[in-house]
C-alpha cells in the first residue's frame, strides 16, 4: 500500500510570494489533514476534510491561506501572500475512518520564507 | 480544549540504558492516546496507540506506554535503548467529544542514544 504522497519536498520563497502543496492520501481515505510544524513545536491542524467538505478549519489563517479537496481525493494548500512567520512544515496526514484516530502521514513540506 | 503536555525537550541516554519519556494530557471525558516518531528527515510514524480496552500498550520494536487515568498520563518506555531509537517523539491526543478527531500533539522530545 502506498503511503501519503506530497510535493514538492521543499520550497523557498520570498516573502509576499505566492506558494502551493500538494497531497495525495493513502487510498480509500476519507479523512485528509493539513498541519503545521513549526521548527521546534508539535505539529498543528490547519485544516481537516471529510471526502470533499470542511470539518474543521478553525485554525487556518483565512486571509493567506487556502485549501481544496474537489474531488475528494488529492488536495491542495495555498498560502498567498506568504510571511516570515510561514516557514514550517506542511504535514499532510489521511486516515481511512474519522474518529477511529489512526493518522498516517506523508513526509512533508519545508518551506523557507526569506 | 485538549493539551499535551511532554515535560521534557530534550533526553541523553546511553545505549542499552532503559528510558522514560513523559506525557500528560488535560483530563477529557474520553480520549485517544499516541505516541508519534519522527526520524531526522521524515515524517511522523505511529508508534503505538491507546483506544480503549487494556491500559498497556506494546509497539513491534520494544515500546511501551501506560495509560493511567487517575493521573492523566500517557509516559513512554523502553528498558533497552538503541542507537537507531534517536529521533523525536511526539505525544498526541484526540478528544472525540467534539466535532473533528484533530491530533493536539506536544512540543516533542528529543531521545538522543549515546554509544
Known amino acids: 500500500e502506498a503511503g501519503v504522497a506530497q510535493s514538492p519536498r521543499y520550497k523557498i520563497i520570498e516573502k509576499r510570494q505566492s506558494v502551493a502543496f500538494w497531497c495525495n492520501p493513502i487510498?480509500?481515505?476519507?479523512?485528509l489533514y493539513w498541519y503545521q510544524q513549526i521548527l521546534g513545536q508539535g505539529p498543528k491542524l490547519l485544516i481537516q476534510?471529510?471526502?470533499?467538505?470542511?470539518?474543521?478549519d478553525s485554525q487556518l489563517p483565512k486571509d493567506r491561506f487556502s485549501a481544496e479537496r474537489l474531488k475528494g481525493v488529492d488536495s491542495t494548500l495555498k498560502i498567498q501572500p506568504a510571511k516570515l512567520e510561514d516557514s514550517a512544515v506542511y504535514l499532510c496526514?489521511?486516515?481511512?475512518?474519522?474518529?477511529?484516530?489512526?493518522?498516517?502521514f506523508g513526509p512533508g513540506t519545508r518551506l523557507t520564507v526569506t | 480544549a485538549q493539551s499535551v503536555t511532554q515535560l521534557d525537550s530534550q533526553v541523553p541516554v546511553f545505549e542499552e540504558a532503559p528510558v522514560e519519556l513523559r506525557c500528560n494530557y488535560s483530563?477529557?471525558?474520553?480520549?485517544?492516546l499516541f505516541w508519534y516518531v519522527q526520524y531526522p528527515n521524515q515524517g511522523l510514524q505511529l508508534l503505538l496507540k491507546?483506544?480503549?480496552?487494556?491500559?498497556l500498550v506494546e509497539s513491534i520494536n520494544g515500546f511501551e506506554a501506560e495509560f493511567n487515568k487517575s493521573q492523566t498520563s500517557f509516559h513512554l518506555r523502553k528498558p533497552s535503548v538503541h542507537i537507531s531509537d534517536t529521533a523525536e517523539y511526539f505525544c498526541?491526543?484526540?478528544?472525540?467529544?467534539?466535532?473533528?478527531?484533530?491530533?493536539?500533539f506536544g512540543t516533542g522530545t528529543r531521545l538522543q542514544v549515546f554509544p
Open positions: 476534510f471529510q471526502n470533499n467538505g470542511v470539518v474543521d
Open positions: 498526541a491526543v484526540s478528544d472525540f467529544s467534539y466535532n473533528t478527531d484533530k491530533l493536539i
Open positions: 496526514a489521511s486516515s481511512r475512518i474519522r474518529g477511529a484516530g489512526e493518522q498516517y
Open positions: 483530563s477529557s471525558v474520553s480520549v485517544y
Open positions: 491507546y483506544l480503549s480496552g487494556s491500559t
Open positions: 487510498s480509500g481515505h476519507a479523512t
